[in-house]
């Protein structure tokens, strides 16, 4: 069987790594629009059209009216801009979510592609929450890095220009980060984390932290037991993996140019502390990479065809 696959937003970062893993599989049959047409909507509208899966590589707003033109009711879609990651309707396409969220993919019509920096956290905290060890209403924070190449075209000039003076950047410091809801919603939790990012002078990579205090569990727990409701959770996983051995360093760049992440709990048990850690690439698990998984599941294909773990 080939699936048609069609990205509107091909010429993107993401859209352009999405390609890239795609041109050369025999499986897929990807439908392209020259430069001249790739703007015009009636030639747009009849390739989303055409497509089994359409994969929306847009601005929000775009993708809406990209979704907006199906006008049949076999095109499915993966959109992997933020516009429906919480909206109704929508299967959230983190496949290692629940343990049946990949059935639920496999079925969906409509999948939104997950966030770079709520993967990590997701991975992270959703298990914890799911086996009531770590309570819903639970206030938390996450401190994130990601290559600049998460900031797409626009930041990867900047810092591949000059433009960038600077090895490390916070950013969104107001908090309001778009990402926040997304985290919320699916991990399950009342509240939205404080949520940090910044971005690092590396092209790609990211490292996501979610301090605890174990006083904040909900039983009394040590910082081996909260590595085994993640290390349980991902147990015989191809993509995502629970790393037992103590961690010495971990660098933003540790999972770069791969489609897996990696998950650690470090800590300090005399001081009740524990630190969970995600390794994961921007570009790979966190956006392109993500992308073609849910492609996989959806047509029904090996799910990590075209990754690199």
């Not at 847009?58 to 933020?82: C, E, F, K, Q, Y």
């Not at 930041?155 to 950047?169: K, L």
């Not at 605890?212 to 349980?232: E, N």
């Not at 300090?268 to 849910?294: E, H, Y």
Request: with cysteine.
């Amino acid at each position: 069987m080939t699936v048609r696959v069609f990205i509107d937003g091909a010429v993107g970062t993401t859209g352009l790594e999405i390609r890239e893993r795609l041109e050369s599989r025999r499986d897929i049959a990807l439908i392209t629009l020259d430069e001249g047409r790739r703007k015009d909507d009636a030639a747009r509208a009849q390739a989303i059209n055409d497509a089994d899966v359409v994969i929306l590589c847009l601005p929000d707003d775009a993708a809406r009216g990209a979704v907006a033109m199906i006008a049949n009711d076999r095109t499915r879609v993966i959109d992997a801009s933020t516009a429906h990651r919480i909206a109704d309707g929508w299967t959230y396409g983190l496949a290692e979510l629940e343990p049946d969220q990949a059935d639920r993919i496999a079925s969906a019509r409509f999948v939104s592609n997950p966030g770079c920096y709520p993967t990590g956290f997701l991975a992270l905290v959703r298990p914890l929450v799911r086996e009531g060890l770590l309570g819903a209403d639970a206030l938390l924070s996450v401190n994130a890095t990601s290559g600049y190449s998460g900031g797409g075209k626009a930041m990867v000039a900047e810092f591949e220009g000059g433009e960038a003076n600077t090895a490390f950047r916070p950013y969104a410091l107001a908090l309001s980060h778009k990402h926040a809801p997304e985290m919320r919603q699916h991990a399950g939790l009342v509240h939205a984390p404080i949520f940090q990012p910044a971005v690092a002078r590396a092209y790609r990579g990211m490292v996501v932290q979610v301090p605890l205090h174990l006083a904040q569990l909900t039983r009394p727990a040590s910082l081996t037991d909260v590595a085994a409701v993640l290390a349980g959770a991902y147990d015989g996983g191809r993509v995502v993996r629970f790393a037992h051995e103590a961690a010495i360093v971990v660098r933003v760049e540790d999972d770069a140019n791969t489609d897996r992440m990696t998950l650690r709990v470090t800590g300090n048990a005399a001081t009740g502390q524990a630190l969970l850690i995600a390794t994961l690439d921007n570009l790979g698990k966190g956006a392109a990479g993500a992308a073609v998984q849910n492609l996989n599941i959806m047509a029904g294909l090996d799910p990590v065809a075209g990754l690199t773990l």
